[in-house]
């Protein structure tokens, strides 16, 4: 049930030190294999930490070319990560699902989650 909840929750969070391609809540395996890693109290606080990411994590899964109010052009390339508060004009103005929010739902909701699991 946790593993479901996580996923539900931390599925789409940016993968980073601690949450890694072996070890996330992206699938269910890969989900209970993190969960038993965390009983073993193994890292578990900078999996929590990991999934209270509210920085750098506006995912951009295309390189676009924008231009500028003054007439430059910038491009934002593919694979580049966003914030989106510094960069709330930038992402605003993205063309629909170039940008992918990999942020977490909310820190505190992560906080619950882990502390009542551990």
Same mark, same amino acid.
């Given at each position: $049930?946790q +593993?479901?909840?996580?996923?539900n !929750?931390f599925g789409?969070?940016?993968l980073?030190?601690a949450?890694?391609? @072996? %070890?996330?809540?992206q =699938?269910? #395996? &890969?989900?209970?294999l993190?969960?038993f890693?965390?009983?073993?109290?193994?890292?578990w606080n900078?999996v $929590?930490?990991d999934? $209270? @990411?509210?920085? =750098?994590c506006i995912?951009? /899964?295309?390189?676009?070319q !924008? &231009? @500028? #109010?003054?007439?430059? *052009? +910038?491009t *934002?390339w593919e694979?580049t990560?966003?914030d /989106?508060?510094? =960069? +709330?004009?930038?992402? %605003?103005?993205?063309?629909?699902?170039v940008? *992918?929010? @990999?942020? /977490?739902?909310a820190? +505190?909701?992560? %906080?619950i989650?882990f *502390? &009542?699991?551990?």
């Amino acid at each position: $049930m946790q +593993a479901i909840i996580g996923m539900n !929750l931390f599925g789409h969070v940016k993968l980073q030190e601690a949450l890694i391609f @072996q %070890a996330n809540f992206q =699938d269910f #395996p &890969t989900a209970m294999l993190l969960l038993f890693r965390m009983t073993t109290v193994e890292n578990w606080n900078s999996v $929590m930490f990991d999934c $209270m @990411q509210m920085q =750098d994590c506006i995912f951009v /899964s295309t390189s676009v070319q !924008l &231009t @500028q #109010p003054d007439g430059s *052009v +910038a491009t *934002v390339w593919e694979g580049t990560y966003l914030d /989106s508060e510094e =960069d +709330a004009a930038l992402i %605003a103005s993205l063309p629909h699902g170039v940008a *992918v929010n @990999q942020c /977490s739902p909310a820190p +505190a909701l992560a %906080a619950i989650y882990f *502390v &009542t699991y551990m």
